[in-house]
């Protein structure tokens, strides 16, 4: 495991400069038949079917992925209390999506040093650094009203409503065993302030990133520009990598433009497969008129624009991240031969 502040940073030194994150996992738990219309969303495999979960995590593995992400997105505290959880149970699943993801982990290391995962054919891949974020999705994502897309709470929510609502979740995870915290899908400046001032209060000590969402390419959901956002980000020691998930891929280029004008930290991108979220219907719709489907051919371009951190979020499969693997791989190797 990775400790500390030099997590993302020991990470792209390994790798060579890039790194694979991992790709939807809800998505990719209801591709596989279960059934997350429930407030807790993909936690609620956390009790219902962990194999599914551990499954996932692998299949991501073995795409290529350096990095995956916890079930705990949707895991709330407050979420689980409303299900007639208890606080030391909801405590218990917190953890538990960590060690899911650290048994697939386990697991993929074992299979993959007695060779006996043909898929591995790249001898690079068996050393390849792998790392487990633990999710923490907005306020927003709790209240599955959809306001994670439109990040607005409303006057009633404040800074503190939000750092009491997130805190006890935060501490959890941060004793779980995982590398670093994945502070997912933040629709709003005053979301990313809350995090930021738990990191700092709690004394957290593994890393964290900060990953927002937009639906304009110029701010974030709310409507608060992604450099004020990403200015906090920055601002925070222990954000180590900060950037935008859950987004269509025609919007990334010009957001890690935006973000590399107020930071020097790595810039992370797992966009979503550009359908948009309907959350009346519960479902997605393929939007018209812009080809985001085939988002592995803007890959090059994220990269060249300086995200050193790609994956996919929600409807994107392992086949996506087998392809941003082999594409960032086969431009690292171009790259070697020009510049050796
Ligand atoms: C709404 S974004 C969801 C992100 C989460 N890591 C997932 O893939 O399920
Ligand atoms: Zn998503």
Redo the contacts with the bound molecule.
């Keep these: 495991m990775v400790e500390s502040s030099a997590a993302i940073t020991d990470l792209l030194r390994q790798c060579g400069g890039y790194a694979v994150i991992d790709g939807?996992?809800?998505?990719e738990l209801e591709r596989h038949g279960a059934d997350l219309n429930d407030p807790l969303w993909?936690a609620k495999c956390l009790m219902t079917s962990p194999h599914l979960i551990r499954r996932v995590h692998l299949d991501y593995l073995e795409a290529g992925a350096n990095i995956i992400?916890s079930a705990s997105?949707q895991a709330t505290l407050q979420g689980f209390v409303a299900k007639g959880i208890s606080r030391e149970e909801g405590e218990a699943l917190l953890r538990k999506s960590v060690e899911i993801a650290r048994e697939a982990r386990d697991i993929y290391c074992d299979r993959a040093s007695k060779g006996s995962w043909d898929v591995i054919g790249d001898p690079k891949a068996l050393k390849r650094p792998l790392l487990v974020a633990a999710?923490v999705?907005s306020y927003g994502?709790y209240l599955a009203d959809g306001s994670?897309y439109s990040g607005i709470y409303g006057d009633a929510v404040t800074l503190e409503t939000l750092k009491d609502f997130h805190r006890r979740r935060v501490q959890v995870l941060a004793d779980s065993g995982a590398d670093l915290i994945a502070f997912?899908?933040i629709p709003n400046k005053l979301e990313a302030m809350a995090y930021a001032e738990i990191l700092e209060e709690e004394n957290i000590k593994i890393p964290a990133w900060f990953s927002f969402n937009s639906k304009d390419g110029i701010n974030v959901v709310s409507g608060d520009p992604i450099s004020d956002c990403a200015a906090i980000a920055d601002s925070c020691d222990r954000v180590v990598a900060v950037g935008i998930?859950?987004t269509a891929p025609r919007y990334i280029d010009g957001l890690v433009r935006s973000i590399k004008k107020v930071t020097t930290k790595p810039i992370l991108i797992y966009p979503n497969s550009g359908e948009t979220y309907d959350p009346d219907r519960k479902e997605w719709v393929p939007t018209t008129g812009v080809a985001d489907g085939d988002f592995v051919s803007y890959v090059g371009k994220w990269h060249d624009s300086g995200a050193s951190l790609i994956g996919g979020?929600?409807r994107t499969t392992p086949n996506t991240i087998r392809a941003i693997s082999k594409s960032l791989s086969s431009q690292q190797d171009s790259l070697d031969f020009v510049a050796p």
Excluded: D, P
Excluded at 24 to 27: E, I
């Design positions: 939807g996992l809800a998505t993909s992400i997105y999710s999705g994502a994670e997912e899908t998930n859950c979020c929600c």
